[in-house]
């Protein structure tokens, strides 16, 4: 599985942004897929995840902002990031996984794209 992440950018605290990613390849070996972002000097963190029958699932610092959807039909998901901050800066990584009850678990997840940078000014 390959997954190809597109959308980042920088802009300013209170703005919006939208992340994509695009998986490819043995896509049926995946249930779920999500995001995680890393910040300079931090341990990377579980971001949003879904699963393909639609099941979300937020970490606490973005629910009510960020939302996360998909297209089955494209084998894509979308991070849509609303109200931005400061401390949302960070490396956004998606990443697909067999075990959707476990895709807050980075260390289960099977495949990753490469990061995304999103930089949020004050």
């Known amino acids: 599985v390959q997954l190809q992440a597109s959308g980042g950018g920088l802009v300013q605290a209170g703005d919006s942004l939208r992340l994509s990613c695009a998986a490819s390849?043995?896509?049926?070996?995946?249930?779920?897929m999500g995001w995680f972002r890393q910040a300079p000097g931090k341990e990377r963190e579980f971001v949003a995840g879904r699963g393909w029958g639609g099941i979300t699932y937020y970490a606490d610092a973005v629910k009510g902002r960020f939302t996360i959807s998909g297209d089955n039909a494209k084998n894509t998901v979308y991070l849509q990031m609303n109200s931005l901050r400061p401390e949302d800066t960070a490396v956004y990584y998606c990443?697909?996984?067999?075990?959707?009850?476990?895709?807050?678990?980075?260390?289960?997840?099977?495949?990753w794209g490469q990061g995304t940078q999103v930089t949020v000014s004050s």
């Open positions: 390849g043995r896509t049926f070996s995946s249930s779920a």
């Open positions: 990443a697909s996984t067999r075990w959707e009850r476990s895709i807050r678990d980075q260390r289960l997840a099977d495949y």
